[in-house]
């Protein structure tokens, strides 16, 4: 929405162009639109998204709308500027190494790396796992689920740029039904492993407090006590391994918002360890010390990223109706993380008694 200022007289006089296009949820519940797009467009302010409505940039069901529009289930929602958008409409295949764990006609199970970028975007038009899917493929075509755009063949769901694990995708338009079903329904079990700052006062628990764009940093998700600020947001956490400075957490995902982990936790004053978006790239618990430090930043250089990886993975096959399971290792640098702290910690402990 780089030219929302441009009066609707030079908007009629010129040719338009589509950017963007959302079908809205069937169980959305009523909002305004400005605050339904201000969720969706990352690096873009609630004002310039009320300048885009008030010039008639914005259309709903193909007619002009103000401000104060309650977006309703299914409502068509296109965004055109002047300037001629980057083509989305095809993603150029790129030979880019898959760890693919399972394949059949449907679906195909992949791991992702951390630092990899899932699908391309503003500033990864190449070089990302989408790239490498439609390589993979042969171009063969990737059906796209309902509401996203076309750079995002065969996606279900999507992890974070630096978060590892499993990835589910479609294949073919059945494949792609069934599992935004199973998604929709939150049957599809996920289960992610998180190392966090300290130790949560309670073993188990769920956290269920509304996400939403942070009101200052568009890049950020913020928890809101608001439900008209935020949209539901439901986390399931045990800690498998409590080491005082840090835990392994286990996490159950019932919504899958973004960022949505790295969120709750932080929420809870228990960051995801080297998050550096959520507060977890500096030292949240232990001593003052120089030689403490030194070690945490040790152990930050062995996993330059948050602490988080997609575990595993189990829904409903959407041609047989089995049920299926898939799991996967935590990755090297988690792995010689925990090593180092539980090292540390037993030294601690040795130096006590």
């Not at 030219?3 to 069937?26: A, G, I, L, M």
């Not at 519940?29 to 467009?41: A, E, N, P």
């Not at 008639?56 to 296109?78: A, F």
């Not at 942070?214 to 890049?219: F, L, N, S």
């Amino acid at each position: 929405m780089n030219d929302v200022n441009k009066d609707n007289k030079e908007v009629e006089n010129n040719e338009v162009h589509e950017h963007y296009r959302f079908v809205v949820d069937p169980k959305q519940t009523s909002i305004r639109i400005d605050k339904y797009l201000f969720d969706k467009l990352e690096k873009i302010s609630r004002n310039r998204i009320q300048n885009g409505i008030k010039n008639g940039y914005v259309l709903v069901n193909d007619k002009t709308i103000k401000s104060n529009y309650k977006v309703r289930p299914r409502d068509i929602i296109v965004i055109n500027l002047p300037e001629e958008p980057r083509e989305r409409t095809q993603v150029i295949g790129e030979n880019i190494p898959l760890d693919i764990r399972y394949e059949d006609d449907d679906i195909m199970i992949v791991h992702k790396p951390a630092g990899l970028v899932v699908h391309p975007g503003v500033s990864n038009w190449t070089g990302t796992l989408v790239n490498g899917l439609v390589y993979y493929m042969e171009n063969k075509n990737l059906p796209v689920m309902e509401g996203n755009t076309p750079d995002r063949p065969g996606l279900v769901h999507r992890i974070d740029k630096n978060t590892s694990g499993l990835l589910v995708i479609a294949k073919n338009e059945h494949a792609m039904t069934h599992l935004s079903k199973q998604f929709h329904d939150h049957t599809i079990d996920r289960t992610y492993y998180a190392i966090v700052w300290g130790q949560p006062d309670e073993d188990k628990g769920t956290i269920d407090e509304y996400i939403g764009r942070h009101p200052k940093d568009r890049i950020k998700m913020s928890v809101f006590k608001d439900r008209d600020q935020g949209r539901a947001a439901i986390t399931h956490y045990e800690v498998i391994e409590p080491m005082y400075y840090v835990s392994l957490v286990k996490c159950n995902l019932e919504t899958g918002r973004t960022h949505q982990i790295r969120v709750h936790m932080a929420y809870l004053n228990h960051p995801l360890f080297n998050d550096n978006m959520y507060g977890g790239d500096s030292v949240r618990k232990g001593t003052v010390f120089s030689k403490y430090k030194t070690f945490v930043e040790n152990t930050f250089s062995i996993m330059p990223r948050q602490g988080l990886h997609a575990k595993s993975l189990g829904f409903e096959h959407p041609s047989t109706g089995e049920r299926m399971e898939f799991d996967s290792d935590l990755p090297d640098d988690m792995v010689e993380v925990l090593e180092k702290w539980r090292h540390y910690v037993t030294h601690q402990k040795s130096r006590t008694l």
